[in-house]
């Protein structure tokens, strides 16, 4: 497996993200995962999946210095007493003595950031975590982060994938040899189904979701963390590793790909489970278009939907409380969203 070496820890370049997989389904797609060689698994204290997780890792043999865990805090739980409580909690549920990285999983209005990163540091200090990092940051919470606290962050996870254009955060990252892991890499399954993609792959004798997959892996600096219940997308995905993509297919995706078919996400759009599982399910879209102008754009998570795509009283109350939350953010910060571009000629660093 290739791997990214990042604050001292080697982080495999392609893990099994565990999002909406609990219990046995969960404990049985992480053995299945382990069993075909994966050695990342990503999960955080709000998928509610660490126990089925910690399980699958016992039952599994594979020793534990050849695997990589990472978990996060959830936003709720960024002061300090809340945040060792919450990091024990996973710890036990894991069944580890230490984590390989430990994320802030999403910005939190008015968080202390000098605080939270001296709690983190001290985690790491005490040798329960072997390196600590950021989710869903943008370019002016890296900054605080990377030059004015100087935390030594291993990477930041964000939405990455062929139809996601993150070029400035990536840039910010690349010039500080931060990684990037890319979640949600292959849309939430859309890439799947694509057409463009689709053609690439049948030159190459691949699906559309091994060339989004090697769209991100060609990269440097950026490792990927699809989710896969089933062993047969799970080795898909592994062999992703295994497809060359050409300079022709960036072109041709470029030409094949008319805007309108590019993701255009709803502002103040949301998905209908609860607070938490809605804000991780939405989808910060551009969360850095540069120069600091930051945005928090959310859009509906299909899976929220009735299966003819109503939505009822509950949905709209909280479409209503999410759409309020990014109002608020918005009017902080006296910006307004700009979606973002992409195209797969922009597929390499400069690092
Ligand atoms: N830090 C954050 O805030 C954050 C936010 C979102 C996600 N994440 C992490 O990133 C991970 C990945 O994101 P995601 O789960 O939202 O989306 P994703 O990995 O882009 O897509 C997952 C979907 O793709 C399907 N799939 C997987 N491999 C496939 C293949 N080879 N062919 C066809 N379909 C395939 C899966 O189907 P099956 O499951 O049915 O196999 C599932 O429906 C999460 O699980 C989580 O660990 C982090």
């Not at 994320?103 to 939190?108: G, Y």
């Not at 690349?174 to 292959?186: E, F, G, N």
């Not at 699906?207 to 047969?232: C, F, N, T, Y």
Request: aromatic fraction near 4%.
């Amino acid at each position: 497996m290739e791997i990214l070496q990042t604050q001292g820890i080697s982080l495999p370049r392609l893990g099994l993200g565990t999002y909406r997989m609990q219990g046995d389904v969960c404990r049985a797609a992480v053995e299945s995962a382990l069993a075909l060689g994966y050695r990342h698994i990503d999960t955080a204290e709000m998928y509610a999946n660490e126990d089925a997780i910690g399980a699958a890792i016992a039952a599994s043999g594979v020793a534990r210095e050849d695997l990589h865990v990472t978990t996060k805090v959830w936003n709720e739980n960024l002061a300090p007493d809340a945040m060792r409580r919450a990091f024990d909690t996973s710890l036990r549920k894991l069944r580890l003595d230490q984590v390989d990285l430990y994320l802030v999983h999403w910005p939190a209005p008015n968080m202390n950031l000098p605080s939270i990163f001296e709690t983190l540091m001290k985690l790491k200090q005490e040798g329960r975590t072997r390196a600590i990092g950021v989710a869903n940051f943008n370019i002016a919470l890296l900054k605080t982060v990377v030059e004015d606290i100087r935390a030594p962050i291993a990477c930041n996870q964000i939405e990455y994938h062929v139809m996601l254009d993150q070029t400035k955060v990536k840039e910010y990252l690349d010039a500080r040899s931060i990684p990037l892991v890319a979640y949600c890499p292959l849309a939430q399954g859309r890439a799947a189904s694509d057409a463009t993609l689709l053609a690439i792959g049948n030159k190459h004798g691949a699906s559309a979701a091994q060339v989004a997959l090697k769209w991100l892996l060609d990269q440097d600096g950026v490792a990927a963390i699809p989710k896969a219940s089933r062993a047969e997308s799970q080795k898909a995905n592994l062999d992703a590793l295994k497809v060359k993509l050409d300079d022709e297919d960036r072109k041709a995706d470029r030409a094949g790909r008319s805007p309108a078919r590019r993701r255009q996400p709803r502002a103040g759009h949301i998905p209908a489970h609860g607070a938490k599982d809605r804000l991780d399910a939405a989808v910060v879209v551009g969360l850095e278009n540069g120069e600091g102008r930051g945005l928090i754009e959310v859009h509906e998570d299909p899976s929220a939907r009735g299966q003819d795509g109503a939505r009822g009283r509950g949905d709209r109350r909280g479409s209503n409380h999410l759409l309020l939350l990014v109002i608020i953010v918005l009017s902080r910060k006296g910006r307004y969203p700009e979606r973002g571009r992409w195209s797969l000629g922009k597929a390499s660093s400069r690092r």
